[in-house]
Each structure stands twice: as structure tokens, then as C-alpha cells.
């Protein structure tokens, strides 16, 4: 049976998935007929399974928005429209969407809405481990969090159960390892319902202009929405009662999972609370849950957010029992993976566990292996070459994206760093009251599209004096290659093109361009740029090259031409090594250079860097 009949089939059925795959099937039965989302892990591959299903039998609208705020503003749209919505993206993609978000819950959502957030806990793909339960408080938004891939598609479904219900939004929130655990899942039926498709907006039914005397109404309306789903946050617990009155765990999501498998070999059992919705949180049964243990622990990951919570439920009960939540920093950090959730725990009750047998440690300790751009990857060639433009003290302002890895030797290119679209403000601000230190700002075309636009707009229009160099490579990389306005196709196909060089210069900017790999050319269009007066731009573009092989392995077109290195021409000054960097390259015990051949993809970009041209294509003299 194929994975998109799968999606749509209508009879019950099970299959092992990850958890980003579940979620697709609980949007078909649960009738969303709208999503949106902006991509960044952990949640972008629940794109990748939506697009297995064909666009002529894919039961909801679907698309990639131009960021994460467009994209809650799209599926508010389509719910207060009627139309169950959902929107998703990553942790810090709720900075982006916050404005927006914040207001959902004052207003009658009436297909209902579902936000999924992707948590990052450990910080794998995000620039901190922000943890968005507060944003949930800050909004009075419900919350689910489910443990594994069969929760993530039960929890889906009683969301959005409850979201139309209370015509409202409710999160439900993933961790990184929920989202990519696979698991056999299983599933219910599907019976396609007949979709209403008459517009159903009413204006009548809330109050959708928060003007000043609508504001205070609206949040007692989202308090009392709020209040009234703590009664269902009752039906969304478990509890394993192992008679250990004295010890208790209050737990929920991944740390459940990893709680599980360390008391495994426990010498005690605690009993334990798992919750399914943490906020509101179930107070009866954490009440009764609390009254009847000498000592509860609050096992969370990240913030002390539960903990928090609990304790003002047992002062305001006047319950009379230790709580123990976090004990240090470690506590707030990092996934709780069961090497964590050891730690935690032994430090919390030093006698519960038993001393684990560790593996002996290896003879040979493994090197560390840093972040590396990919062969033939575009930035690299474009850093190699604005390197030699920069003055020792010239001040870099980095950007998210796969360019943000330009601050790692050997480019040291970017010095600060906030979020996406921000190097233009950043670099704005540097350049006040500095008339010795020149500016240089990164930026790729897909963040440029997504938050920079304004940041540009805003150089322009107080002139500030600033180099921005577009790192164009025509497609959103970091995150899996999805289409950007840039690019002339979006999820569904083709679309009309925005160039980002037509955009800058209808803003009036000046605009210089070239391919990355035209080293001595964009080394010197930098210099030129830099030493202007006011705001321009250097588009420094190429494809991206693992997306280029890609789909050329796919045409059965790719057969590349690797270099080798010419070692009679080889003077061992490795600057192929320690100045461009390329990981096909490789050291050996005499100083001598080898080429990877299951890493170099023959691009070239490389022949030119070599100060006495000892890398060759096969054929071009004696190579060995």
C-alpha cells in the first residue's frame, strides 16, 4: 500500500511514522480544510508528507507563506471564514507570528484553529531553547503535548475537536524528538465529509476590531474560553499508580517517555502523573495526585513552567507536600532524553537509581567535527572572496540561514548575530556615529523574502551608510529546499517570479551581481560597494548545489568531473584547506593533499584558490 493511500484511505488501519507524518493523517480526519505554515525544523517534513498526497486529491488548502506571521494571518483569515484552519512552524517562528498570535484567542474563531509549534530543546537547528508554554499563558491558549508519533495524531484530533467547539485557537506542541520518533500509529477511519464552501464570515458574531472599548470585553471572553477548557484538561491525564505513597512524578511529553525507560531498574517506583494538556493544567487531579504523596517531582524540560503552576495550586489548596522542581541550570536546559532524566533524577533522590553500568570509553577519542557548508556550496566560494575585501577591522553582521556558518574558521565572516531578516538593522545601528569602521551585512534571498525587506527599506530610507551582500542561491536551504517568492513556483506550482534584484531596485538601491564563483570579480565589486557613501548591495549568487545535484541525479544527468591534485605542482601551503575550506580536501600525515572522491562533486570553484594551480581537472598535465 502506497504512503499517500495511506493518507487518505478511509478504512482503520496502523503504520509505523514519524511523528510529523501522524499529524497529516489527523488534519484528514479531523477536516482542516486550511494550512499554512513557514519552514523550520523540527516541523518541515509535515510538508514533505502533505506533498505526497497529489493536488488534485489533497483534502485542504495547503501552503508555504512568506513567514510565519503572513501564515497565522492567512489561517485566521480562513477560520473566522468558517473553515478549520492550521498553521506551523517552528519555536522561533512564534516571535515572528506573536503580534498575531497574541490576539487570537480575544476573537470567535469560528471554524476554529490549531497551531502546531515545533519546540527545540537543545537548541539542534535554533539560536536559543526558547520554550513557548509561556506565550501559551501570555495568550490564554490551551495546550497539548503529546509523548510519541500516537499522541501527536490522537492530541491533533482533540484539538481540533476543541478549537471548533470553543471556537478558538489551541497549540498543540511538539519537541524536536516527537516530531522525527517513528512509531506503528494507529489510526482511525476517514469519512470524507462534503465541505460547505459558502464564505461564513459574520462580523457579527465577535468583536473582530479591538478598538479601546472592545479590548476589555475580548479578554474576558478568551479568560472565560480558557476557564471553561480547564474541565477538559481532566480527561487528558494518566496516571501509574505503582502504591509508592511517599514518592510522586508530575510529568509530560518526551520526559514521560525517558522517565519510563530510567526507572526501568529503579529500586522504587514513584507513582506517576503524566499530563496531556499542560495548559490550563488538570487541577483536580494534580490536587488529589499532590494530597496523597510526601514528595512530588515536577519532571519538565526547558523552563519551570509546570512547576510554577503546581506549586500556586498546592499554596492556594493549602496542600501540605514538598514540591521539587528544578534544583540548578542544568535542569533548564537541554532535550530530557534518558541520559538527562537519570541526571535530574539522582539529583533529586539520590537513592532511587541504581549506579549504570557505563561502556568503557573508546582508546581513541573521536575529533570534534564543526558545522561545514557543503561541497560546492555557493557562500563558500563568496566568503573566500569577500575575505580579501574586508580590512581586519570591518565589522560583519551574520543572518540566518546557511551563510550564518561564515563566522566558523577559516572565514570568521560574521560577528553578530539576532534572528532572520535583521543584519540591515543591526548594521544600521553599527554604522551611527562611526566613520572608521566600514559595515557589511549578510542576507539570503529567502530571509530577505521572509523578514528582511523592512530592514532594507529602512537603510534606505535614513540613509544609512552600509554594504549589504545578498547571498543569493535561490531556494530556502537551511530547512529543505522549499520554494521562496524568488523562485517562480511555490508548493503548487508555477507562480509568478520576484526578483530580489527587481525589489532593490525599485526601492532605488544600487545593485552589483555576480555569480559566487567569480572570485577575483566579487572581491572587487565589495571594494567597490564599501567604499560608497550610503546604502547598496552586492548580490553574490549561485545555486545551491546540493539542491543542483540533487535534482540532477534525478534527470540522470549528474556525472561529475572531480579534480585531483597535481602533487609535482603542490607546494603544501594548503591554503585549498585553511583559507577556502572545502571538506572534500583532506590532510595528510606529510602536508600533502588528497581529494575525497565521495565528497567532491566537481564543481571547480576550488581551481582558482590554489596559488600555484595545483588542483586539475583529469587530463590538464601529470596528476597523481
Known amino acids: 500500500m502506497s504512503t499517500v493511500s495511506k493518507y487518505l484511505q478511509k478504512e482503520a488501519f496502523s503504520s509505523i511514522m514519524m511523528g510529523n507524518a501522524a499529524i497529516v493523517r489527523a488534519m484528514v480526519e479531523s477536516g482542516t480544510r486550511v494550512v499554512t505554515s513557514y519552514p523550520g525544523s523540527p516541523t518541515p517534513e509535515i510538508a514533505e508528507f502533505i506533498s505526497s498526497i497529489p493536488l488534485s486529491e489533497r483534502p485542504f488548502y495547503f501552503e508555504f507563506s512568506t513567514n510565519e ?12 471564514n468558517g473553515h478549520l484552519s492550521c498553521v506551523f512552524f517552528k519555536s522561533v517562528g512564534l516571535n515572528v507570528a506573536a503580534d498575531t498570535f497574541v490576539q487570537l484567542a480575544h476573537m470567535v474563531l469560528k471554524g476554529g484553529m490549531i497551531v502546531v509549534l515545533g519546540d527545540d530543546p537543545g537548541a539542534n537547528s535554533s539560536q536559543n531553547e526558547q520554550d513557548n508554554r509561556h506565550y501559551a499563558h501570555l495568550a490564554y491558549t490551551p495546550v497539548f503535548e503529546p509523548a510519541n508519533p500516537q499522541e501527536v495524531y490522537e492530541m491533533y484530533i482533540k484539538a481540533a475537536a476543541l478549537a471548533e467547539k470553543q471556537q478558538m485557537p489551541v497549540i498543540l ?15 482511525g477511519s476517514y469519512d470524507p465529509i462534503p465541505h460547505d464552501m459558502t464564505p461564513g464570515f ?5 468583536n473582530y476590531i479591538p478598538i479601546t472599548s472592545k479590548v476589555h470585553p475580548m479578554k474576558r471572553m478568551a479568560l472565560e474560553k480558557l476557564q471553561s477548557v480547564a474541565v477538559e484538561a481532566e480527561n487528558h491525564i494518566s496516571l501509574i499508580d505503582n502504591s509508592n505513597k511517599k514518592r510522586g512524578i508530575i510529568t509530560c511529553g518526551l520526559p514521560f517517555l525517558s522517565l519510563m525507560d530510567v526507572l526501568e531498574n529503579a529500586k522504587e517506583k514513584p507513582d506517576i502523573l503524566k499530563l496531556g494538556m499542560v495548559h490550563p493544567i488538570p487541577r483536580k487531579a494534580i490536587a488529589d495526585f499532590l494530597a496523597t504523596h510526601e514528595e512530588v517531582k515536577v519532571l519538565e524540560e526547558l523552563d519551570d513552567v509546570l512547576e510554577k503552576d503546581i506549586k500556586t495550586l498546592a499554596f492556594d489548596e493549602g496542600i501540605k507536600v514538598r514540591i521539587i522542581g528544578k534544583i540548578n541550570f542544568d535542569d533548564w536546559q537541554h532535550e530530557y532524553t534518558p541520559e538527562k532524566v537519570y541526571e535530574v533524577l539522582t539529583r533529586t533522590w539520590q537513592d532511587l537509581l541504581p549506579t549504570p553500568i557505563l561502556p568503557a570509553p573508546m582508546a581513541v577519542k573521536a575529533p570534534a567535527r564543526p558545522a561545514q557548508m557543503c561541497p560546492g556550496c555557493g557562500h563558500r566560494s563568496a566568503f573566500f572572496a569577500i575575505k580579501k575585501a574586508l580590512a581586519p577591522e570591518d565589522i560583519t553582521v551574520a543572518d540566518i540561514g546557511c551563510h550564518t556558518l561564515g563566522f566558523l574558521p577559516p572565514y570568521k565572516v560574521g560577528q553578530v548575530l539576532l534572528c532572520m531578516g535583521a543584519s540591515p538593522g543591526i548594521g544600521a545601528g553599527l554604522s551611527l556615529f562611526n566613520k572608521s569602521r566600514k559595515i557589511v551585512a549578510f542576507m539570503g534571498d529567502s530571509t530577505f523574502f521572509h523578514a528582511g525587506a523592512a530592514g532594507v527599506i529602512n537603510a534606505v530610507f535614513n540613509n544609512h551608510n552600509m554594504t549589504l551582500i545578498l547571498m543569493e542561491n535561490g531556494t530556502t536551504a537551511m530547512t529543505g529546499h522549499q520554494n521562496h517568492p524568488g523562485v517562480g513556483e511555490n508548493f503548487d506550482g508555477e507562480t509568478l517570479k520576484i526578483t530580489p534584484r527587481a525589489v532593490f531596485e525599485s526601492y532605488g538601491i544600487k545593485v552589483r551581481e ?27 549568487r549561485h545555486p545551491c548545489m546540493l539542491k543542483y545535484t540533487r535534482d540532477q541525479r534525478r534527470k540522470g544527468a549528474y556525472s561529475p568531473k572531480q579534480v585531483q591534485i597535481n602533487q609535482d605542482k603542490c607546494d603544501k601551503h594548503n591554503v585549498c584547506v585553511s583559507s577556502f575550506g572545502c571538506p572534500s580536501f583532506y590532510v595528510n600525515a606529510d602536508m600533502s593533499i588528497t581529494v575525497n572522491k565521495d565528497l567532491c562533486i566537481g564543481d571547480g570553484s576550488c581551481l582558482q584558490t590554489c596559488p600555484v594551480h595545483a588542483i586539475e581537472y583529469p587530463g590538464k598535465g601529470e596528476v597523481k
Open 514 to 540: 555576480v555569480d559566487t564563483y567569480q572570485q577575483s570579480r566579487l572581491t572587487t565589486l565589495v571594494k567597490e560597494a564599501m567604499d560608497e557613501e550610503g546604502f547598496n548591495v552586492v548580490i553574490a
Open 202 to 206: 459574520d462580523p457579527t458574531l465577535g
Open 69 to 80: 506571521k503572513v501564515a497565522t494571518e492567512v489561517a485566521f483569515g480562513a477560520s473566522i
Open 173 to 187: 506542541r511538539l519537541t524536536t524528538h516527537v516530531c522525527h520518533a517513528k512509531s506503528r500509529v494507529n489510526f
